[in-house]
């Protein structure tokens, strides 16, 4: 199971960036997909999660300005930033809980980080 991410980039305060990734592999089904966030010098932190049912949860730093959401393949997740700021910088991951088709049971996926920077 793969998890590959894109999107990331520079972006003015105010502005907007898209986040996408992509899981791959042989897979029975997927739980949960989800972004998380690293900045320098602090712990890494979950930023949006969205269930197969389509249940999203939300940090309260990107509420009412992040939005989650995948496609109909259940295997791209989004992640839709507007309104930046400075303190959005960090890097993003995505993650999934999978269930394998070798194994029954649910796993987490992390995907490779992708830099998301915001100049005020």
């Known amino acids: 199971v793969q998890l590959q991410a894109s999107g990331g980039g520079l972006a003015q305060a105010g502005g907007s960036l898209r986040l996408s990734c992509t899981v791959s592999g042989s897979i029975s089904s997927i739980k949960s997909m989800g972004w998380y966030r690293q900045a320098p010098g602090k712990p890494r932190e979950m930023i949006a999660v969205i269930t197969s049912g389509g249940n999203t949860n939300y940090a309260d730093s990107v509420k009412g300005r992040f939005t989650i959401s995948k496609d109909g393949t259940q295997k791209m997740v989004f992640l839709q930033m507007d309104r930046l700021k400075p303190e959005d910088t960090a890097v993003y991951y995505c993650?999934?809980?999978?269930?394998?088709?070798?194994?029954?049971?649910?796993?987490?996926?992390w995907g490779q980080g992708t830099l998301v920077t915001v100049s005020s």
């Open positions: 993650a999934a809980s999978v269930v394998p088709t070798a194994v029954s049971v649910a796993r987490d996926y």
